[in-house]
């Protein structure tokens, strides 16, 4: 196999490696007509800039003439293409695959792919294919060709050669497995993408440099066309709009970092010099963050403005001409999946980057399924026993009632909890994979004391926020011994059941589950349905009674339930519930942070229920900050 070359390549950055160190010697409201809590399957509210609908059951009062709340943005047109396009250039299957050599990032294999004189960059390690699938396919479905991926292992290189994704060799020779932030492997990644930077200006070409968790959704290239002048553009961490339009932001009014997740560099001697400077300063300090680097340079000096209107600032030497991109279209994941900011000003977002999330790669990967940007094979769309979905309720007075406080914020949040915690105890029966419905938030979390949203930003209250804001994801998708916590229990992002992929056969095989109070007409423990199509099933049952019936449904794909409210009575087997019990306890995480207390993070307990005392404070006591587990 060719790829068995790698041991004895050597690494493709040596060369700049070796010059270098010669060198150095978002509250207002909207009004709506009516809000119905949002059903699993989101069909009844659309991911679109149109009414919120909430659905509602019987205890809970008419919601209509609410305020508004924030959905999950939509999906741009751009980017709603139906998924049929090939990857390009897919090598026939009896093709012998080129040398290692043969992969080798040059001016030539660039020149292949360049258009307008721009090419397109990111890269990763075998762990992060999907996102750089996903990444790929939707440059794809809005046209663009001209990007290039950089492969920091050959088993990554190999995959995407095979998949005909136009891919280079960094020559990094680094794992395969996941890197968490902040690793020293993570670092080693930023200054490769340093490297890159030093290696491809000098072709003459532009270079958009980009992450490979983040997702393009509209076209860039016209939009960084506009402003020639640029040296550099820049994505940045700010949550509080400095522009209402489209246009950079106000370079004074920025005060948070400039983020490297998304930039653009033209190859003008400035921005050379730039690049250069920052490898050197890289090279020099290994415990040096790439992004908090190139801040500490180009800060070094930041004004005056290049001229009166486009908005570029002359930085770094005083040369250089720096422009900040509007973070309500070159979105972050906190003014994309909390502010919705973009949405608010009725612009078309280009991208998301998924930062300000808590669940590491696995938050990122399910923030982009909830927002149906994630492209996953066909069979996470049909998984071995089905579906498991419910419509949640709420009452008003959670949702609008009083000051949006942690009190209220954590009564709300609770009120959710323990439905899904419901929903996952009858998922584990069922052996289905259950579709966790969206969460509303009275408030925002953060790594830092804060009054409850950031003043200045355009964050609703409340608002419909993210799974990983009080759930850990990356536990909920963890594999663990089923001999202490039981059965695993897969589960989807909340709008799976709206995604294109998912087939309608798939869609058109579903059991509407009514609950009803037992001994009432029709409202017994059986398998029959009613002529709709619709089962009616006794509030409060057992673990028996489930079995029993569900067991004539194994052949259907969607089981929705009308509530999870007094739907399950318990386990009989006590041995089950206990590691069920033990494996959920670990699926909630924190909130953070109250501004008098240290430490202020507030721990969010999955069986909160069961402790009258129960109260949304801080640890107390060292001896008292740890998970309800």
Known sequence: MACEEVAHSRPLFLTIYTVVIVG?????????????????NVSTWSLSNEDVRVSVTEQTVNVSQLATVNVVPSVPPEARNVRTRPILNVPPPNKKMPSLKAFGLTKELVQQRVKDNIIIVTFGNYAFMDF??????????????????????????EALYWKGVPVFDMGSHMSTADVGWGSPTFHKMGREKVILINLILPFGYELLMCDTDMVWL???????????????????????PTVVDDSLEIWQEVG????????????????????????ELLLADDKIWDQNGFNDIVHRQLGPSVDEDSGLVLAYDGNLKLGILPSSIFCSGHTYFVQAMYQQLRLEPYAVHTTFQYAGTEGKRHRLREAMFFR???????????????????????????????????????????????ALAIASLLNRTLVVPPLWCRIDRLWFPHPGVLEGSMTRQ????????????????????????GPGIDIREYS????????????????????????TQDCFASNNTTVRGVLKFPRHSNEETYMKVFSSFKDIKVIQFSSMQDAFSGFSDKEREDRFRKRVKRYTGIWCCVQDHTPGHIYYDMYWDEKPEWKPIPPQTSADDHPPW
């Open 462 to 485: 409340p608002f419909l926020c993210p799974l990983d804001h009080v759930f850990e994801v990356n536990v909920m998708l963890k594999e663990l011994p089923e001999e202490e916590f």
């Open 256 to 279: 948070a970092a400039y983020n490297i997740g998304i930039f653009h560099w033209r190859p003008t001697e400035s921005a050379k010099k730039l690049a250069k400077e920052w490898l």
């Open 376 to 422: 996953d094979p066909p069979e996470y769309y049909n998984p071995p026993g089905g579906f498991l979905s419910f419509k949640p309720s709420i009452p008003k007075s959670l949702l609008l009632s009083g000051k949006h406080s942690v009190e209220s914020h954590f009564k709300l949040v609770n009120y959710q909890i323990k439905q899904i915690r419901t």
């Open 496 to 519: 799976i059941l709206d995604n294109p992929s998912v087939s309608s056969e798939v869609k058109k095989s579903r059991l509407d589950v009514q609950l009803c109070k037992e001994g």
């Open 218 to 240: 509209k076209n860039p290239l016209p939009y960084l066309a506009r402003y020639p002048e640029a040296d550099v553009l820049t994505s940045s961490d700010q949550v509080v």
């Open 132 to 157: 750089i699938l996903t990444w790929v396919e939707q440059l794809n479905d809005l046209g663009i060709s001209n990007y290039l991926v950089g492969a920091m292992d050959t088993t990554l290189l």
């Open 24 to 40: 150095i010697v978002f509250s207002s409201l909207y009004v709506f007509s009516a809000i119905r809590y949002p059903s699993t």
